[in-house]
C-alpha cells in the first residue's frame, strides 16, 4: 500500500507517492497561485495528487491515506488552518473540506513540521533525538524535534520560528509584527534584497544574468553572480547569511539540538551558505567553550523532506 504527501508551499503544490521504504515512486505539481480563496487551492491539492497517482502508475484504491503539510497554524487536532500569512487563510476549516475532495483519510501539520519529521525518519536527523530542520523558501519555517518528538506546543503553533524578531522595529511582516526573521532570511527576502542591490548597481553582472528583466529574478540570481566575481552581489549574499545567522544562533542558544538541518530552495546552496553560517555561529553561540556542538548540514531530503514527513502523518 501507499501514502501521498503533499507540501503546500507558497510557491507549489508538490504531491508525491510514497512507498513503505520511503521513497517517492511518483509526483505532481501545480502553481499555488496566490491569493486566491481556499477551495479553488485544495481543489489544486487534489489535482496534484491525481498527478502523482497517476506517475506512479498505481490505483486510487493502493492509497492508504493522504498527508498534507501547510504553512502556518494548523491544528493537528481540528484539522482547522488558523493562520496562514502567507496564504491569507485564517480559520480555513482544512480537513473537512479535504476529506469531500478525497473520500479517504486526510491528516494535516505545518509545513515545517512535515520536512522537519521527514529528514528525522529518512534524511539528516536520522537516529538524532534533537533536532531542529530549517526552510529558506517562501517564508521561513521550522521543525523543532526534541527527546525524539515533535514540539507542537499548547495549540499546534510551536516551532514558528520565522516569526522571532531580529531586528526591532523593522520590516514589517505580513503576519503584523515587525522585524520577523522571515521578512530577512526566506527567499522571498532575497529576492527583495537582491533587486534592491540591482537598482543601485546598473553594472552588476546580476542584470545580465536575468537577460536585464528583473522581474525573473530568483533566490539564486546574486550567488551565481558572486560567482561570477560580482562584488555588489557578494555584499547581497554576506548580508542575506548574516540574517540567516541571527536567526539560527537564537535557536542554537534557545534549545542546544545536536543537529540543525538547513533545507528549502536557499538550501540547495550547500556549502556556499553552510561555511559562512558556520563561522558567525563559532563567533556568536553562547556555549562557545562546551564540548558538543550543534551541527548545521545540509537537509538531505531536499524538497522531498515535506512530502515524506506528510505521507507519514497517519503513523
Keep these: 500500500m501507499y501514502r501521498v504527501g503533499v507540501d503546500l508551499g507558497g510557491t507549489n503544490i508538490a504531491a508525491g507517492v510514497v512507498d513503505d521504504k520511503l521513497k517517492i515512486i511518483g509526483r505532481g505539481k501545480v502553481k499555488t497561485n496566490i491569493p486566491r480563496p481556499a477551495p479553488e487551492i485544495f481543489r489544486d491539492i487534489k ?69 522537519a519529521l521527514g529528514e528525522a525518519v529518512a534524511g539528516s536527523g536520522n537516529g538524532v533525538k534533537n533536532f ?31 516569526h522571532m524578531v531580529i531586528c526591532v522595529n523593522g520590516e ?65 549574499v554576506d548580508k542575506y547569511i548574516f540574517y540567516v545567522a541571527s536567526g539560527i544562533i537564537n535557536i542554537i542558544n534557545a534549545l542546544q539540538p545536536e543537529i540543525i538541518c538547513v533545507g528549502g530552495g536557499i538550501g ?13 555561529v563559532e563567533r556568536e553561540r553562547y556555549s562557545i567553550y562546551a564540548e558538543k556542538q550543534t551541527q548545521l548540514v545540509s537537509a538531505a531530503l531536499g524538497n522531498d523532506a515535506g512530502i515524506i514527513g506528510s505521507a507519514l502523518l497517519d503513523f
Design 172 to 236: 514589517q511582516c505580513n503576519c503584523g509584527r515587525r522585524g520577523c526573521w522571515e521578512r530577512y532570511a526566506s527567499a522571498t527576502a532575497l529576492v527583495s534584497q537582491t533587486k534592491d542591490a540591482m537598482h543601485n548597481n546598473q553594472d552588476s553582472i546580476m542584470w545580465d544574468l536575468v537577460d536585464n528583466n528583473i522581474d525573473t529574478v530568483s533566490g539564486r540570481t546574486a550567488f551565481d553572480a558572486m560567482r561570477k566575481g560580482d562584488l555588489a552581489a557578494k555584499q547581497v
Design 132 to 162: 531542529v530542520a530549517i526552510t529558506l523558501g517562501t517564508g521561513v519555517g521550522s521543525g523543532i524535534i526534541i527527546d525524539g518528538k515533535l514540539v507542537n506546543g499548547v495549540n499546534f503553533a510551536a516551532g514558528e520560528m520565522g
Design 47 to 115: 489535482a496534484a495528487v491525481d498527478m502523482a497517482i497517476e506517475d506512479a502508475k498505481i490505483n486510487y484504491d493502493d492509497v492508504v491515506s493522504i498527508g498534507i503539510g501547510a504553512p502556518g497554524s494548523v491544528n493537528k487536532a481540528t484539522g482547522v488552518i488558523e493562520f496562514a500569512n502567507n496564504l491569507e487563510f485564517v480559520n480555513v476549516p482544512a480537513k473537512q473540506l479535504l476529506d469531500k475532495l478525497f473520500h479517504k483519510p486526510v491528516f494535516l501539520d505545518n509545513d515545517a513540521n512535515c520536512a
Design 268 to 280: 540547495h546552496e550547500k556549502e556556499t551558505i553552510l561555511a559562512p553560517l558556520r563561522r558567525h
